[in-house]
């Protein structure tokens, strides 16, 4: 058969298949229905492929994809007991293709696709920083490393797809996933979206044995949705999707991602699952995208509120752009939709050809099976553990540093560690982790103990969210004795079995006592440390103890009491398995902080919506009862050197717009100096604020950054660049395009913190 030639160009191979194809095959290389746990069982002979999995080949003669086949998590309910040993992932992997395979007529290999937010969700699986810890490192050449790891890992376990959150822009921290988010920013987190694809798939000239295809979600607006709510409607216009939410996306593409997952949420009334502008005309006819797009869990049948039934629900998404399903109904209907006039069949044809193409592009048809040997190798990398722990140090922003209490001296007499996430491991890892082995990852408290040369002592003091004060007692009196004390608050995302999951995961709270306060179904009104952990630092304080706050979160809190307190307040968000290792070395000056924030920190949930790219209305905002600005603003963080930038000077001053069509770039350089006694690394930050245009701007927009390690009295000039599309906007037309006129230029180390220039652009 011709589709069989691995000499014959890909799209000439696919159209071969496709003619070959019945309906029934057809739709059953668009479904990804199964739950990966229900397609094997544990028993006493060994893994065994279930019933239920060769009934789910035989619908279709064959499946498009199969999800989260080593997924293990409360939700899954997969565990080190019930779960695929490690060391027989590739075995099994291999028994599911090789079943299908020599089970189906055509034998066309099916995708495995896996969750990687931070890390694979699978038994073993390395767990890095979430998004964003990932966003705080401004390092995008770092996290390409790690995530080239990450698809090593699932690459080496059988499977092919690793669904990772990237592009959700955090504009409302109260939701839940605000942990997925790179940043409030959509260039740093466009920066952040290339990164993952060209760690998982590599670069073009890479792509290797060892790699996978990114699939990109949620596309997209879902980090707007009203009132926080998970998968609210987002009530924006196009100028906002196109500025904000948008180029995460169109980076993805460019980078050359193979897929990317609509997401839950409604722009303006049209759910992104049935959305064809968004899906089709923009994604494809504008961007030229040559992937797939899968669809979020259910989400196809949440269609049924529009149209009244499954048929009719498949079809709107399918003809919408969707090509493969998640767990849904709606997909396995569409042979019903096309025999009753709902939908043509050339719609099926054209999904069809994406899932083929995206197998063949794999090398699936010549390479179906995974060497077996290969993992243990993988899985012990020792590689992966230097750079995650990097990732976890970089990742990590110091806020507050009075009197310069930090780094303390490994030699202090005396520290008290108090708190709920000082001795959690799970805490420190964030939604969708899986289990872990016994003993795997290090604590903030075990990486202090490590590194201490004096005594270490711990009270947990309280909860996340409860209000018991019975170890308060404990606590103070630890701190009153101590030199010192470390206080690990913030918030947690870890899941038990205890709480109820919605159908497609999402964790549904009521009044389940966990600790959990964030991720997936977990949104809160309200900004402010749960339970009485605000007041554990107030009784703390009364010690005359200093204080150092140590927050561990997955959202940024509203900790304007705290700060006001604490000596020192250090924001590690959540750092990953390596995150205690980190801490500790920060705390003890064995590395120097670099983080930077990537969202913006409130005084109060009353200042949202607080990002720092607002509108500017000619006036600075301010309330009556508040200062409107945050509590800490976006890209700041401070360090335990001190940096001084000057000498800001463009090479251009006034450029031709048509200088600029012919991609000539304005470079903008600046001196950086460490002023201060060790090395260190800055994040130099370019903004600017377009003057003259023909709609209303942002107060300042990130357009360029630069992450430079610095020894003491060294000094370097930084080049940052501006071209055509950094400069260019949607006019009052809705085209994008470069307008005469002035523009300012800020270069500095936060958003706020920036000497300025100006430009001129005429025709």
């Keep these: 058969m011709k589709f069989k030639d691995p000499f014959i160009p890909i799209d000439e191979r696919v159209e071969d298949l496709l003619s070959q194809m019945t309906l029934k095959e057809k739709v059953g290389q668009l479904n990804q229905k199964m739950y990966g746990l229900h397609a094997y069982t544990k028993t006493i002979s060994g893994i065994e492929l279930t019933d239920a999995f060769k009934e789910e080949v035989n619908?279709?003669?064959?499946?498009?994809?199969?999800?989260?086949?080593?997924?293990?998590?409360?939700?899954?309910?997969?565990?080190?007991?019930?779960?695929?040993?490690?060391?027989?992932?590739?075995?099994?992997?291999?028994?599911?293709?090789?079943?299908?395979?020599?089970?189906?007529?055509?034998?066309?290999?099916?995708?495995?696709?896996?969750?990687?937010?931070?890390?694979?969700?699978?038994?073993?699986?390395?767990?890095?920083?979430?998004?964003?810890?990932?966003?705080?490192?401004?390092?995008?050449?770092?996290?390409?490393?790690?995530?080239?790891?990450?698809?090593?890992?699932?690459?080496?376990?059988?499977?092919?797809?690793?669904?990772?959150?990237?592009?959700?822009?955090?504009?409302?921290?109260?939701?839940?996933?605000?942990?997925?988010?790179?940043?409030?920013?959509?260039?740093?987190?466009?920066?952040?979206?290339?990164?993952?694809?060209?760690?998982?798939?590599?670069?073009?000239?890479?792509?290797?044995?060892?790699?996978?295809?990114?699939?990109?979600?949620?596309?997209?607006?879902?980090?707007?949705?009203?009132?926080?709510?998970?998968?609210?409607?987002?009530?924006?216009?196009?100028?906002?999707?196109?500025?904000?939410?948008?180029?995460?996306?169109?980076?993805?593409?460019?980078?050359?991602?193979?897929?990317?997952?609509?997401?839950?949420?409604?722009?303006?009334?049209?759910?992104?699952?049935?959305?064809?502008?968004?899906?089709?005309?923009?994604?494809?006819?504008?961007?030229?995208?040559?992937?797939?797009?899968?669809?979020?869990?259910?989400?196809?049948?949440?269609?049924?509120?529009?149209?009244?039934?499954?048929?009719?629900?498949?079809?709107?998404?399918?003809?919408?752009?969707?090509?493969?399903?998640?767990?849904?109904?709606?997909?396995?209907?569409?042979?019903?939709?096309?025999?009753?006039?709902?939908?043509?069949?050339?719609?099926?044809?054209?999904?069809?050809?994406?899932?083929?193409?995206?197998?063949?592009?794999?090398?699936?048809?010549?390479?179906?099976?995974?060497?077996?040997?290969?993992?243990?190798?993988?899985?012990?990398?020792?590689a992966f553990k230097a750079v995650n722990v990097q990732v976890a140090r970089e990742s990590i922003v110091l806020l507050k540093n009075e009197d310069m209490i930090l780094p303390l001296d490994t030699k202090t007499k005396k520290i008290a560690v108090i708190g709920p996430n000082a001795n959690q491991i799970y805490h420190q890892l964030g939604d969708y982790t899986s289990i872990q082995a016994e003993n795997k990852g290090t604590t903030i408290l075990d990486g202090i103990v490590k590194r201490s040369q004096g005594e270490v002592s711990f009270a947990q003091g309280c909860s996340v969210r409860g209000d018991s004060k019975d170890g308060f007692a404990e606590a103070i009196a630890l701190t009153k004795e101590a030199e010192v004390a470390l206080v690990v608050i913030g918030g947690s995302s870890a899941r038990n079995f205890d709480i109820t999951f919605d159908t497609n995961g999402a964790a549904i709270m009521h009044d389940n006592?966990?600790?959990?306060?964030?991720?997936?179904?977990?949104?809160?009104?309200?900004?402010?440390?749960?339970?009485?952990?605000?007041?554990?630092?107030?009784?703390?304080?009364?010690?005359?103890?200093?204080?150092?706050?140590?927050?561990?979160?997955?959202?940024?809190?509203?900790?304007?009491?705290?700060?006001?307190?604490?000596?020192?307040?250090?924001?590690?968000?959540?750092?990953?398995?390596?995150?205690?290792?980190?801490?500790?070395?920060?705390?003890?000056?064995?590395?120097?902080?670099?983080?930077?924030?990537?969202?913006?920190?409130?005084?109060?949930?009353?200042?949202?919506?607080?990002?720092?790219?607002?509108?500017?209305?000619?006036?600075?905002?301010?309330?009556?009862?508040?200062?409107?600005?945050?509590?800490?603003?976006?890209?700041?963080?401070?360090s335990y050197s001190e940096f001084d930038l000057t000498n800001l000077r463009i090479s251009q001053k006034e450029i031709l717009s048509s200088e600029l069509d012919n991609d000539n770039k304005i470079e903008v350089q600046i001196d950086v100096m460490n002023v201060g006694s060790v090395t260190g690394a800055e994040v130099v930050q370019l903004y600017i604020k377009d003057l003259e245009a023909s709609t209303t701007r942002r107060v300042k927009e990130l357009k360029a950054f630069k992450k430079v390690l610095l020894k003491p009295q060294e000094k370097q000039t930084l080049s940052l660049v501006l071209g055509k599309e950094d400069l260019s906007i949607w006019n009052n037309k809705m085209n994008f395009v470069l307008e005469p006129g002035d523009v300012k230029i800020m270069v500095g180390t936060s958003s706020v913190d920036t000497l300025e220039s100006y430009i001129t652009i005429t025709n």
């Design 59 to 382: 619908f279709g003669d064959g499946i498009g994809a199969i999800y989260g086949l080593f997924r293990s998590d409360p939700w899954s309910a997969v565990t080190y007991k019930n779960g695929i040993p490690t060391e027989e992932n590739a075995k099994v992997s291999n028994d599911v293709q090789r079943y299908i395979i020599e089970n189906t007529r055509l034998g066309i290999p099916v995708l495995l696709s896996e969750e990687c937010p931070h890390g694979h969700q699978a038994l073993d699986g390395t767990m890095i920083p979430t998004n964003l810890g990932a966003g705080s490192t401004w390092n995008p050449e770092l996290m390409e490393e790690a995530y080239g790891h990450i698809a090593s890992e699932i690459r080496s376990r059988g499977a092919h797809l690793g669904l990772i959150s990237t592009l959700d822009i955090l504009r409302d921290p109260r939701w839940g996933r605000s942990e997925e988010c790179f940043s409030e920013d959509p260039f740093l987190a466009a920066k952040m979206t290339t990164a993952a694809v060209y760690g998982l798939q590599g670069r073009a000239h890479q792509r290797s044995t060892h790699k996978i295809a990114a699939i990109l979600k949620h596309f997209a607006a879902q980090g707007a949705g009203e009132r926080g709510l998970n998968a609210g409607p987002v009530a924006i216009g196009e100028r906002e999707l196109r500025e904000i939410h948008l180029p995460g996306m169109k980076a993805g593409v460019a980078a050359g991602a193979y897929g990317c997952m609509a997401a839950y949420n409604e722009i303006d009334g049209i759910p992104c699952h049935a959305n064809e502008t968004l899906l089709t005309d923009i994604l494809r006819g504008e961007w030229g995208f040559e992937g797939i797009v899968m669809a979020d869990g259910t989400a196809n049948d949440r269609l049924n509120l529009l149209t009244g039934s499954y048929e009719k629900a498949g079809a709107l998404a399918l003809k919408a752009g969707v090509d493969l399903s998640l767990w849904d109904l709606s997909f396995t209907k569409l042979a019903d939709a096309v025999n009753s006039g709902v939908v043509e069949e050339g719609y099926i044809d054209r999904a069809v050809r994406r899932v083929l193409k995206l197998k063949f592009s794999l090398g699936l048809f010549e390479n179906p099976y995974t060497d077996e040997g290969q993992l243990k190798e993988v899985i012990t990398n020792n």
């Design 513 to 638: 006592p966990t600790d959990m306060d964030c991720g997936e179904g977990v949104d809160v009104a309200d900004l402010s440390l749960g339970g009485v952990q605000a007041q554990l630092i107030k009784e703390l304080v009364k010690t005359g103890t200093p204080i150092v706050a140590i927050l561990i979160q997955g959202r940024p809190h509203a900790i304007a009491d705290v700060v006001e307190e604490c000596k020192a307040v250090i924001c590690g968000w959540y750092p990953g398995e390596e995150g205690g290792t980190a801490m500790s070395e920060i705390i003890f000056g064995e590395v120097n902080p670099s983080g930077k924030l990537p969202v913006s920190i409130p005084r109060s949930s009353a200042q949202l919506p607080i990002f720092y790219n607002y509108k500017d209305q000619g006036r600075e905002p301010n309330y009556l009862d508040m200062d409107a600005a945050p509590l800490f603003p976006f890209g700041y963080g401070l």
